[in-house]
């Protein structure tokens, strides 16, 4: 049976910037995604949630081209770009940070942020530090997510919260109009989560698109329009904070119940 959870709230007509039909993937025996059509609605905060190890990782490497699904399909709108290579997709404006942070520990903060910019070559990345516009707009990316302070320093001596902030910066470097987020407040502390938070509320408000798997379920509710909650390699739920809250599914699937 095809495991179908359509977005039908908070706003029925709202369309689905990004979606999937039928994505499966295993590993060896383990179904990771099984079978799994959802959309994600445009202009919105997306949550997707799910007890640990329910496919959300492997769900976000696929959309993003990190991995290939075994079958289905990843549209943007009604274009399909499953398969495609990550550059490609995020030169579509499809942008994502990782669960394990990803920052280059021994650059200097500035120095990440021009990385992010052209992370075919790191050479080219940092010969990139003489271009003046490129490192404007790195800074001025600093300044909004709060640690411009720290430009000079190295990124492995900045705290993991902050770690996260640049890895974001380094996602805005460019532009994108959807933001997949893997755990954007795991391992920060809560004054950290709170700026987060209020950065991506901001940049939502600029008409950018979020998705968020995240475990932090004050956050996830506080946060988000819309929530897919995961359950095995399946989409068990969706619709707003209240619904996902009172949802037996999806209290079983976290509790056991
Ligand atoms: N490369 C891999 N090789 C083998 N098994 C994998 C691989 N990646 C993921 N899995 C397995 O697939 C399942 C889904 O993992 P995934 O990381 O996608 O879940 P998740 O919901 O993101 O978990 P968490 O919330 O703990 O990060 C798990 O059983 C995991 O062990």
């Known amino acids: 049976m095809t495991a179908t959870v359509e977005p039908t709230s908070p706003a029925p007509a709202t369309p689905s910037v990004l979606s999937t039909r039928g994505l499966t993937k295993s590993f060896g025996g383990v179904h990771a995604v099984r079978d799994v059509s959802v959309g994600f609605l445009e202009g919105k905060v997306n949550g997707l949630i799910g007890p640990n190890g329910s496919g959300k990782t492997t769900f976000f490497n696929m959309v993003t081209g990190m991995i290939k699904p075994d079958s289905g399909e990843v549209m943007q709108g009604e274009r399909s770009i499953t398969r495609w290579a990550p550059h490609r997709i995020a030169r579509l404006g499809i942008g994502r940070s990782f669960q394990l942070c990803r920052v280059f520990p021994r650059l200097t903060v500035l120095e990440n942020l021009l990385v992010a910019v052209r992370p075919t070559s790191l050479a080219s990345a940092l010969l990139g530090?003489?271009?003046?516009?490129?490192?404007?707009?790195?800074?001025?990316?600093?300044?909004r997510v709060g640690?411009?302070?720290?430009?000079?320093a190295e990124a492995r001596d900045i705290s993991y919260g902050q770690q996260k902030l640049l890895e974001l910066g380094g996602v805005l470097m460019a532009d994108p109009r959807i933001i997949m987020l893997d755990e954007p407040a795991g391992g920060v502390n809560p004054a950290l989560i709170e700026r987060i938070a209020t950065l991506i509320r901001e940049?939502?408000?600029?008409?950018?698109?979020?998705?968020?798997v995240e475990h932090n379920m004050d956050l996830v509710m506080n946060l988000c329009d819309h929530i897919v909650?995961?359950?095995?390699?399946?989409?068990?739920?969706?619709?707003?904070?209240?619904?996902?809250?009172?949802?037996?599914?999806?209290l079983e699937a976290y509790l056991g119940v």
């Open 203 to 212: 940049l939502n408000a600029e008409g950018r698109t979020f998705i968020v």
């Open 147 to 152: 640690i411009e302070h720290l430009e000079h």
């Open 129 to 143: 530090a003489h271009h003046a516009p490129t490192v404007a707009r790195a800074r001025e990316i600093l300044a």
């Open 229 to 250: 909650v995961f359950d095995r390699g399946r989409p068990i739920a969706a619709g707003v904070p209240a619904e996902i809250q009172s949802d037996p599914a999806v």
